[in-house]
């Protein structure tokens, strides 16, 4: 059983950082592309970044674009989101993602997602 747990979501101000860690236990870490989503309350879950499984690829959303960098560790079964700039538009669920086939930017090819943390950005 494939287990994806999120960990340092919180509460940050405008301007400031923060860095998500997503550990994949139950399976091959090396063999799953990873992602980070995220989801606003009575609105769909939206693809954040992506990396490949040996990490030489990345892929990220626009609105994310030159404040995000997703990176994996995977001596260490970890995938990390680190965010910048936060604007109060990032207060959001944000779900880790993994898949076995591709590098998904969609939910529909997500294999194992995590239970979710939430980010605030205060103004």
């Known amino acids: 059983q494939v287990q994806l747990v999120e960990s340092g979501g919180g509460l940050v101000q405008a301007g400031g950082s923060l860095r998500l860690s997503c550990v994949v236990s139950g399976g091959p870490f090396r063999n799953y592309a990873m992602g980070w989503f995220r989801q606003a309350p009575r609105k769909e879950r939206e693809f954040v970044a992506a990396i490949t499984r040996s990490g030489a690829i990345t892929n990220y959303a626009d609105s994310v674009k030159g404040r995000f960098t997703i990176s994996r560790d995977n001596a260490k079964n970890t995938v990390y989101l680190q965010m910048n700039s936060l604007v109060p538009e990032d207060s959001v669920v944000f779900y880790c993602?993994?898949?076995?086939?591709?590098?998904?930017?969609?939910?529909?090819?997500?294999?194992?997602w995590g239970q979710g943390t939430q980010v605030t950005v205060s103004s």
């Open positions: 993602a993994a898949s076995a086939t591709v590098t998904c930017t969609t939910t529909t090819c997500v294999q194992y």
